[in-house]
Protein backbone atom coordinates (compact mmCIF):
# COMPACT_ATOMS: atom_id res chain seq x y z
CA UNK A 1 0.00 0.00 0.00
CA UNK A 2 0.75 3.51 -0.43
CA UNK A 3 3.86 4.94 2.17
CA UNK A 4 2.32 7.55 4.83
CA UNK A 5 4.59 10.39 6.29
CA UNK A 6 4.61 12.07 9.19
CA UNK A 7 3.35 15.75 8.39
CA UNK A 8 5.51 16.88 11.49
CA UNK A 9 7.93 19.87 10.27
CA UNK A 10 11.81 18.68 10.03
CA UNK A 11 14.30 20.31 10.73
CA UNK A 12 16.35 21.41 7.13
CA UNK A 13 13.30 20.47 5.80
CA UNK A 14 12.65 21.82 1.64
CA UNK A 15 9.81 24.74 2.97
CA UNK A 16 13.17 26.28 5.21
CA UNK A 17 15.51 26.26 2.13
CA UNK A 18 16.11 28.68 -0.59
CA UNK A 19 14.89 28.33 -4.24
CA UNK A 20 17.80 27.37 -5.60
CA UNK A 21 18.07 24.31 -2.64
CA UNK A 22 14.53 23.59 -3.34
CA UNK A 23 14.49 23.12 -6.75
CA UNK A 24 17.45 21.15 -6.78
CA UNK A 25 15.67 18.44 -4.08
CA UNK A 26 12.53 18.58 -6.33
CA UNK A 27 14.74 17.72 -9.14
CA UNK A 28 16.50 14.85 -7.21
CA UNK A 29 13.11 13.43 -6.21
CA UNK A 30 12.06 12.81 -9.47
CA UNK A 31 14.36 12.01 -10.94
CA UNK A 32 14.98 9.23 -8.83
CA UNK A 33 11.32 8.35 -9.27
CA UNK A 34 11.51 8.24 -12.92
CA UNK A 35 14.46 5.78 -12.98
CA UNK A 36 12.70 4.01 -10.33
CA UNK A 37 9.40 3.48 -12.48
CA UNK A 38 11.69 2.79 -15.75
CA UNK A 39 13.21 0.33 -13.50
CA UNK A 40 10.13 -1.08 -12.17
CA UNK A 41 8.78 -1.50 -15.83
CA UNK A 42 12.27 -3.74 -16.82
CA UNK A 43 11.50 -5.78 -13.85
CA UNK A 44 8.40 -6.70 -14.51
CA UNK A 45 8.42 -7.32 -18.09
CA UNK A 46 11.39 -8.45 -17.97
CA UNK A 47 10.70 -11.26 -15.50
CA UNK A 48 7.37 -12.25 -17.86
CA UNK A 49 9.77 -12.00 -20.98
CA UNK A 50 12.79 -14.04 -19.81
CA UNK A 51 11.91 -15.25 -16.79
CA UNK A 52 8.40 -16.71 -17.85
CA UNK A 53 8.04 -19.87 -16.02
CA UNK A 54 9.23 -18.89 -12.60
CA UNK A 55 6.80 -15.78 -13.42
CA UNK A 56 3.70 -18.29 -14.27
CA UNK A 57 4.85 -20.49 -11.30
CA UNK A 58 4.54 -18.14 -8.98
CA UNK A 59 1.34 -16.61 -10.29
CA UNK A 60 -0.09 -20.04 -10.28
CA UNK A 61 0.87 -20.34 -6.55
CA UNK A 62 -0.56 -16.77 -5.38
CA UNK A 63 -3.84 -17.29 -7.29
CA UNK A 64 -4.29 -20.97 -5.92
CA UNK A 65 -6.28 -20.09 -3.30
CA UNK A 66 -7.55 -16.73 -1.14
CA UNK A 67 -4.76 -17.69 1.29
CA UNK A 68 -1.86 -17.91 -0.46
CA UNK A 69 -3.37 -14.42 -1.99
CA UNK A 70 -3.38 -12.60 1.48
CA UNK A 71 0.35 -14.12 1.85
CA UNK A 72 1.09 -12.29 -1.07
CA UNK A 73 -0.52 -8.94 0.39
CA UNK A 74 1.52 -9.78 3.52
CA UNK A 75 4.68 -10.21 1.75
CA UNK A 76 3.95 -6.96 -0.01
CA UNK A 77 3.32 -4.87 3.22
CA UNK A 78 6.45 -6.24 4.67
CA UNK A 79 8.52 -5.41 2.03
CA UNK A 80 7.19 -2.16 1.72
CA UNK A 81 7.89 -1.37 5.66
CA UNK A 82 11.52 -3.02 5.30
CA UNK A 83 12.19 -0.95 2.55
CA UNK A 84 11.19 2.15 3.82
CA UNK A 85 13.17 1.84 6.82
CA UNK A 86 15.89 1.26 4.87
CA UNK A 87 15.36 4.46 2.47
CA UNK A 88 14.89 6.55 5.35
CA UNK A 89 17.93 5.53 7.00
CA UNK A 90 20.34 8.56 8.20
CA UNK A 91 23.48 7.07 8.66
CA UNK A 92 24.09 5.53 4.92
CA UNK A 93 22.94 6.55 1.51
CA UNK A 94 23.88 3.04 0.15
CA UNK A 95 21.08 2.24 2.62
CA UNK A 96 18.65 4.39 1.04
CA UNK A 97 19.35 3.10 -2.34
CA UNK A 98 18.98 -0.64 -1.08
CA UNK A 99 15.39 0.14 0.22
CA UNK A 100 14.55 1.93 -2.93
CA UNK A 101 15.65 -0.69 -5.16
CA UNK A 102 14.28 -3.72 -2.92
CA UNK A 103 11.01 -1.82 -3.37
CA UNK A 104 11.48 -1.67 -7.23
CA UNK A 105 12.19 -5.34 -7.47
CA UNK A 106 9.54 -6.61 -5.02
CA UNK A 107 6.86 -4.80 -6.47
CA UNK A 108 7.87 -5.83 -9.57
CA UNK A 109 7.52 -9.37 -8.13
CA UNK A 110 4.61 -9.30 -6.80
CA UNK A 111 3.01 -7.82 -9.97
CA UNK A 112 3.31 -10.50 -12.04
CA UNK A 113 -0.15 -12.45 -11.46
CA UNK A 114 -2.48 -9.39 -12.04
CA UNK A 115 -0.46 -8.66 -15.51
CA UNK A 116 -0.91 -12.68 -16.40
CA UNK A 117 -4.52 -12.21 -15.33
CA UNK A 118 -4.91 -9.44 -17.88
CA UNK A 119 -2.57 -11.33 -20.33
CA UNK A 120 -4.78 -14.13 -20.37
CA UNK A 121 -7.92 -12.61 -19.73
CA UNK A 122 -7.69 -10.12 -22.86
CA UNK A 123 -5.98 -13.06 -25.68
CA UNK A 124 -3.19 -15.59 -24.57
CA UNK A 125 0.83 -15.84 -23.61
CA UNK A 126 1.46 -16.59 -27.43
CA UNK A 127 -0.27 -13.55 -28.63
CA UNK A 128 1.08 -11.74 -25.73
CA UNK A 129 4.69 -12.62 -27.01
CA UNK A 130 4.09 -12.50 -30.54
CA UNK A 131 3.16 -9.12 -30.48
CA UNK A 132 0.00 -8.95 -32.38
CA UNK A 133 -3.07 -6.42 -32.58
CA UNK A 134 -0.54 -3.55 -33.63
CA UNK A 135 2.45 -5.76 -31.64
CA UNK A 136 1.55 -5.59 -28.01
CA UNK A 137 -1.21 -8.18 -28.33
CA UNK A 138 -4.39 -7.14 -26.48
CA UNK A 139 -3.46 -7.92 -22.83
CA UNK A 140 -0.39 -5.86 -23.15
CA UNK A 141 -2.30 -3.08 -25.31
CA UNK A 142 -4.17 -3.07 -22.17
CA UNK A 143 -1.46 -2.92 -20.00
CA UNK A 144 0.41 -0.31 -21.59
CA UNK A 145 -3.44 1.42 -21.47
CA UNK A 146 -3.32 1.02 -17.65
CA UNK A 147 0.32 1.91 -17.79
CA UNK A 148 -0.80 5.76 -19.23
CA UNK A 149 -3.62 6.21 -17.12
CA UNK A 150 -1.81 5.86 -13.77
CA UNK A 151 1.16 8.41 -15.43
CA UNK A 152 -1.60 10.99 -16.49
CA UNK A 153 -3.56 10.66 -13.34
CA UNK A 154 -0.13 11.15 -10.60
CA UNK A 155 0.95 14.10 -13.80
CA UNK A 156 -2.40 15.99 -13.54
CA UNK A 157 -2.41 15.87 -9.30
CA UNK A 158 1.11 17.01 -9.08
CA UNK A 159 0.67 19.68 -11.44
CA UNK A 160 -2.04 20.83 -9.32
CA UNK A 161 -0.31 21.07 -6.19
CA UNK A 162 2.67 22.47 -7.72
CA UNK A 163 0.36 25.37 -9.72
CA UNK A 164 -1.97 25.93 -6.62
CA UNK A 165 0.62 25.73 -3.62
CA UNK A 166 -1.78 24.10 -1.75
CA UNK A 167 -1.59 22.23 1.71
CA UNK A 168 -2.75 18.68 1.55
CA UNK A 169 -1.58 17.65 4.82
CA UNK A 170 -4.62 17.92 6.25
CA UNK A 171 -5.65 14.55 4.62
CA UNK A 172 -3.61 12.76 7.00
CA UNK A 173 -6.03 11.38 9.02
CA UNK A 174 -8.40 10.77 6.45
CA UNK A 175 -6.25 9.02 4.52
CA UNK A 176 -4.79 6.49 6.95
CA UNK A 177 -8.77 5.85 8.36
CA UNK A 178 -9.47 4.97 4.99
CA UNK A 179 -6.43 2.87 4.46
CA UNK A 180 -6.93 0.86 7.28
CA UNK A 181 -10.70 0.29 6.34
CA UNK A 182 -9.62 -1.01 2.53
CA UNK A 183 -7.35 -3.58 4.13
CA UNK A 184 -10.15 -4.62 6.62
CA UNK A 185 -12.33 -4.92 3.09
CA UNK A 186 -9.67 -7.12 1.53
CA UNK A 187 -8.43 -9.36 4.05
CA UNK A 188 -12.38 -9.74 5.11
CA UNK A 189 -12.77 -10.62 1.35
CA UNK A 190 -9.90 -13.17 1.29
CA UNK A 191 -11.48 -14.74 4.56
CA UNK A 192 -15.19 -14.60 3.54
CA UNK A 193 -14.51 -15.22 0.09
CA UNK A 194 -16.81 -11.87 -1.34
CA UNK A 195 -15.78 -10.42 -4.68
CA UNK A 196 -14.39 -6.96 -4.48
CA UNK A 197 -15.84 -5.41 -7.95
CA UNK A 198 -15.26 -2.39 -10.01
CA UNK A 199 -16.38 -0.11 -7.18
CA UNK A 200 -14.12 -1.16 -4.56
CA UNK A 201 -11.19 -0.68 -7.28
CA UNK A 202 -12.47 2.80 -8.14
CA UNK A 203 -12.48 3.89 -4.28
CA UNK A 204 -9.05 2.35 -4.13
CA UNK A 205 -8.20 4.96 -7.06
CA UNK A 206 -9.07 7.76 -5.40
CA UNK A 207 -7.73 7.00 -2.25
CA UNK A 208 -4.77 6.42 -4.11
CA UNK A 209 -4.81 10.10 -5.59
CA UNK A 210 -5.50 11.48 -2.45
CA UNK A 211 -2.36 10.08 -1.25
CA UNK A 212 -0.64 12.14 -4.45
CA UNK A 213 -1.91 15.08 -2.95
CA UNK A 214 -0.92 14.71 0.42
CA UNK A 215 2.77 13.39 -0.37
CA UNK A 216 3.49 15.72 -2.72
CA UNK A 217 2.64 18.63 -0.34
CA UNK A 218 4.89 16.90 2.25
CA UNK A 219 7.57 16.55 -0.91
CA UNK A 220 7.24 20.54 -1.49
CA UNK A 221 7.56 21.33 2.30
CA UNK A 222 8.19 18.36 4.88
CA UNK A 223 11.39 16.37 3.32
CA UNK A 224 14.67 17.14 4.71
CA UNK A 225 17.45 18.02 1.88
CA UNK A 226 18.88 15.01 2.12
CA UNK A 227 15.62 12.78 1.94
CA UNK A 228 15.08 12.48 -1.58
CA UNK A 229 15.16 8.93 -2.20
CA UNK A 230 13.19 8.45 0.68
CA UNK A 231 10.78 10.69 -1.04
CA UNK A 232 10.94 8.45 -4.56
CA UNK A 233 10.26 5.62 -3.00
CA UNK A 234 7.42 6.84 -0.99
CA UNK A 235 5.88 8.29 -4.32
CA UNK A 236 6.82 5.12 -5.92
CA UNK A 237 4.75 3.23 -3.70
CA UNK A 238 1.92 5.17 -4.46
CA UNK A 239 2.22 5.12 -7.95
CA UNK A 240 2.80 1.08 -7.92
CA UNK A 241 -0.13 0.76 -5.98
CA UNK A 242 -2.27 2.82 -8.37
CA UNK A 243 -1.29 0.85 -11.40
CA UNK A 244 -3.06 -1.83 -9.76
CA UNK A 245 -6.09 -0.72 -9.26
CA UNK A 246 -6.59 1.15 -12.67
CA UNK A 247 -5.90 -2.87 -13.57
CA UNK A 248 -8.11 -3.88 -11.55
CA UNK A 249 -10.66 -1.36 -12.45
CA UNK A 250 -10.13 -1.78 -16.19
CA UNK A 251 -10.56 -6.13 -15.96
CA UNK A 252 -13.69 -5.61 -13.91
CA UNK A 253 -15.11 -3.29 -16.73
CA UNK A 254 -14.45 -5.42 -19.36
CA UNK A 255 -15.82 -8.28 -17.16
CA UNK A 256 -16.98 -11.30 -20.19
Not at 28 to 42: D, I, N, P
Not at 69 to 85: N, R
Not at 146 to 170: E, Q
Request: with cysteine.
Amino acid sequence: MALAQTARPIEGAVATLGVSDRVQFLRKTYLHLGVALVAFAAVTAGMMRFMTETSLKFSAWALQGRWNWLMVLGMFMVVGYVAEKLARSNSSKGLQYLGLGIAVVAEGVLLQPMLWLVVLKFGNVEQFFNGADGGLGTGGKVILEAAVITIAIFVGLTVTVFTTKKDFSFMRGALGICTFAALGVIIASMIFGFHLGAIFSGLMILLMAGYVLYQTSLVMSVFPPSGYVAAALMLFSTIATLFWYVLRLMMELNRR
